[in-house]
């Protein structure tokens, strides 16, 4: 692939301005400056630098956050930044947006993505992906609750009965609970059947992935297809 076509399909600008990287120097690869934008570099398992900056060629991004409370996941938020807004510019150029969301109070794993067919793949309801969460509750949560949860409740508004695919106590005021749909505040809704509220949401896998003990609140990381498809 040729040097100015490789930055920009990595979100370094317009072909013009990835043209002008490469002519001014700020493209390096295996220590070697590159300066002509035409010429032709093997991708496969590139790493390259832009202003001393190391990043590795993706063809599609696939990465995994730890978003924080009071973030969107939306690309025009309304009433607080937007989750994009922790990625680097390179990433919010090459359109990557949250595959599914997560409410601006919570908190926890959120995969994003460039591929457009990956992204329906991952939150197509028919697929029922599984989304496991840590819940804390306003209220003494009972055996009766969890077993309510995993034989099914019926949502406000909602005719259908949805059901907790794993659901664990884990404290007098916190269970484990996974899901496989992707319902409007679903995990609040459900407690909220069983008489009681949420109070922090912190989700802790996604499909087969889980979130990294080491991946910091904000922070972010590139994961593999394998990883999150399993």
Known sequence: MKA?????????????????LVLSGRFT?????????????????????????????????LIAMNKPANFECSRKPIHHPSVLSLLPPP??????QPVGRLDEDTTGLLILTDDGQL?????????????????????PLSEQQINSLLRGVKLNDADEIVRAQT???????????????????QVKR???????RVVALNRL??????????????????????EITG
Not at 91 to 96: A, E, I, K, T
Request: some cysteine.
């Open 4 to 20: 100015e076509n490789i930055l920009f399909s990595q979100g370094f600008g317009t072909r013009r301005e990835c043209r002008s």
């Open 91 to 96: 990433l919010r150029n090459r359109g990557v």
């Open 190 to 196: 459900m407690l909220a059947a069983v008489s009681n």
């Open 29 to 61: 690869v295996s220590g070697r400056t590159i300066l002509d934008p035409d010429e032709e570099i093997n991708v496969q398992n590139l790493f390259f630098e832009v202003d001393s900056v190391c990043w590795p060629f993706h063809e599609k991004a």
């Open 167 to 185: 659901c664990k106590i884990l404290g007098t005021h916190k269970l484990e609970l996974t899901i496989a749909q992707g319902k409007y505040h």
């Open 119 to 139: 992204l329906h793949r991952l939150t197509h309801p028919k697929n029922k992906i599984k989304k496991t969460y840590e819940v804390t509750t306003k209220y």
């Open 205 to 226: 896998a996604f499909n087969s992935y889980h979130l990294p003990s080491d991946l910091a609140v904000g922070q972010w990381k590139w994961i593999s297809l394998k």
